[in-house]
């Protein structure tokens, strides 16, 4: 987690989170996954990225901080899955991502 100084002075960093519906892996346990998206990243802003999977589609997702276009193996196992992105910076609609993919992988 990242902590940020706010002094009065000055711009404080905007924080946005997105996440995806659950989707289901059809009865497969899902051990590893890659997210992959095209990215937009201006100045210093930062995106962060996450896969969540879950034995149910109401359960608990434990979701695991992963890289982009990098394969992640999970500490948890599930059926289904989810993905989350920060985007945390000063520069409001200047950094973003599109075409967002999850691979499952066998």
Request: contains cysteine; aromatic residues 12%; proline residues 1%.
């Amino acid at each position: 987690m990242s902590s940020y100084l706010f002094d009065g002075e000055g711009e404080f960093p905007i924080m946005r989170i997105g996440q995806s519906s659950a989707v289901y892996s059809d009865n497969q346990t899902i051990t590893s996954a890659t997210l992959s998206c095209d990215e937009t990243i201006q100045d210093t802003d930062q995106i962060k990225y996450y896969l969540g999977v879950s034995t149910t589609l109401s359960g608990t997702y434990t979701f695991e901080e992963v890289t982009n276009n990098t394969n992640h193996l999970f500490t948890a196992t599930g059926s289904w899955i989810k993905w989350k992105i920060r985007l945390i910076g000063y520069t409001g609609n200047s950094t973003y991502v599109e075409n967002i993919k999850i691979t499952i992988s066998d």
